[in-house]
DNA sequence: CGCGGGTTTGATCCCAGTCAAGTCCCGTGG
DNA sequence: CCACGGGACTTGACTGGGATCAAACCCGCG
């Protein structure tokens, strides 16, 4: 099998893998740490438009060719895989069932995209931290971070959640102390004490996509 | 060249697609007309996850096994095509090149809901109507469904956009209001009269990341 | 003429944004 | 050793944008 990666790389919090506007030519596959994906507004805004966890891919978008609609920050130490997007092509051509597992996420991502949305739109304060959390532990979960205790790690700051849900940090500030009975996040590490009041509070119906095909 | 079709569809205004929760074999292409992809959340709340124009592809993610996570519904009477999803396999076997376009078409979606991510969780009632107003007169023009006279058609409720921004119908109309010197939308069509302002408003452009020191 | 769905408008309330301190903690340097 | 400074996190007081409630209004239609 031909290789397509072109490289790794790491980058150390609050560096950027990529920044908005960049006419990249790779996208990317993390393999270890966390980081966001956000979006900044003209006025200052700026919106974190999802978390990067490992396993996930980066910068599909590329594809459009064209600049960068977002910029890729990692929150804590980062390794990924670095491919080059005009071999994409190749990719396609010879290796039909990777080309089906990258449609395969790309569709996943859209889905959770679309989960996302409508958090944002019909939830309040407390139900979309509920939500995030709820979300955010599955995930980290299920990919193995879990310890013991059952915590995960959580490297990023109240500012990068708050970014992401679309609240005002103090808001967000409160709303997790209100939440503090059923999950806590300090020290870099999130643990859900009461998963069923949280799934109540977030009016989650809590069921994910099936595991994902290998790339 | 194998024919991937699986029938055409016809539905009428108000009708659906297919429901949250189905376990659909199919997606679909649409042809003719305009409708939305909706979540339901269990309290009530009614999300519109995105627009559904001529030439978007509906239900991709019927990829990912397992229910859908939204219904389409028309809003005027639509024309798809439709197509079994167990037969991907076979076109990323045979057509690499329509199944890089798929893939393509995925990303520009995903793209797509990171902007409506965006405008949901950072700008406010009338940044988001604004926006939502060119973008469904961009694309509609790009698809050549402007008239001489540059409006749209629009077949949706008040209630359809307010869902899609996260605001309720009261607002929505009332902000509808205030940017009536800039557009209107009456009798199912939408016409902009004042693009420049409107994009002020709407806070588009967004090349370059404002001089926010990273982290 | 009455009815119902969609739109418009006014009055009131409250969730979350903003402003402003203050605390905790860690790294640096005197 | 402590003083200092800066970044993240907390907490309280005040404000306002948008939700909610409640009526009209404006059709097309039976």
Same mark, same amino acid.
């Given at each position: 099998?031909?290789?397509?990666?072109? #490289?790794?790389?790491?980058?150390?919090?609050?560096?950027?893998?990529?920044?908005?506007?960049?006419?990249?030519?790779?996208?990317?596959?993390?393999?270890?740490?966390? #980081?966001?994906?956000?979006?900044? @507004?003209?006025?200052?805004?700026?919106?974190?438009?999802?978390?990067?966890?490992?396993?996930?891919?980066?910068?599909?978008?590329?594809?459009?060719? #064209?600049?960068?609609? =977002?910029?890729?920050?990692?929150?804590?130490?980062?390794?990924?895989?670095?491919?080059?997007?005009?071999?994409?092509?190749?990719?396609?051509?010879?290796?039909?069932?990777?080309?089906?597992?990258?449609?395969?996420?790309?569709?996943?991502?859209?889905?959770?995209?679309?989960?996302?949305?409508?958090?944002?739109?019909?939830?309040?304060?407390?139900?979309?931290?509920?939500?995030?959390?709820?979300?955010?532990?599955?995930?980290?979960?299920?990919?193995?971070?879990?310890?013991?205790? #059952?915590?995960?790690? @959580?490297?990023?700051?109240?500012?990068?959640?708050?970014?992401?849900?679309?609240?005002?940090?103090?808001?967000?500030?409160?709303?997790?102390?209100?939440?503090?009975?059923?999950?806590?996040?300090?020290?870099?590490?999130?643990?859900?004490? =009461?998963?069923?009041?949280?799934?109540?509070?977030?009016?989650?119906?809590?069921?994910?996509?099936?595991?994902?095909?290998?790339?």
């Amino acid at each position: 099998m031909m290789n397509f990666r072109a #490289g790794e790389v790491h980058i150390a919090p609050g560096e950027a893998l990529y920044h908005e506007g960049d006419e990249t030519s790779y996208f990317y596959t993390a393999r270890e740490g966390q #980081g966001v994906r956000v979006k900044h @507004l003209p006025n200052g805004g700026r919106q974190v438009v999802n978390f990067i966890f490992p396993g996930d891919v980066v910068g599909l978008q590329a594809i459009l060719e #064209g600049a960068a609609s =977002n910029s890729a920050i990692a929150a804590s130490p980062m390794v990924l895989c670095r491919f080059e997007k005009r071999r994409l092509h190749e990719l396609y051509r010879n290796s039909p069932d990777r080309a089906y597992a990258l449609t395969w996420i790309a569709a996943a991502e859209e889905h959770f995209l679309g989960e996302t949305i409508a958090t944002l739109g019909q939830r309040n304060a407390l139900q979309r931290m509920a939500w995030a959390l709820l979300k955010i532990h599955h995930r980290l979960s299920a990919i193995g971070l879990a310890r013991e205790e #059952g915590d995960v790690p @959580l490297p990023f700051k109240q500012r990068d959640l708050a970014d992401a849900m679309g609240l005002s940090l103090v808001h967000t500030n409160k709303t997790l102390a209100r939440l503090r009975p059923l999950a806590t996040w300090e020290n870099g590490r999130l643990r859900i004490t =009461n998963k069923e009041a949280l799934a109540e509070l977030a009016l989650t119906d809590c069921a994910l996509p099936p595991d994902r095909p290998l790339l």
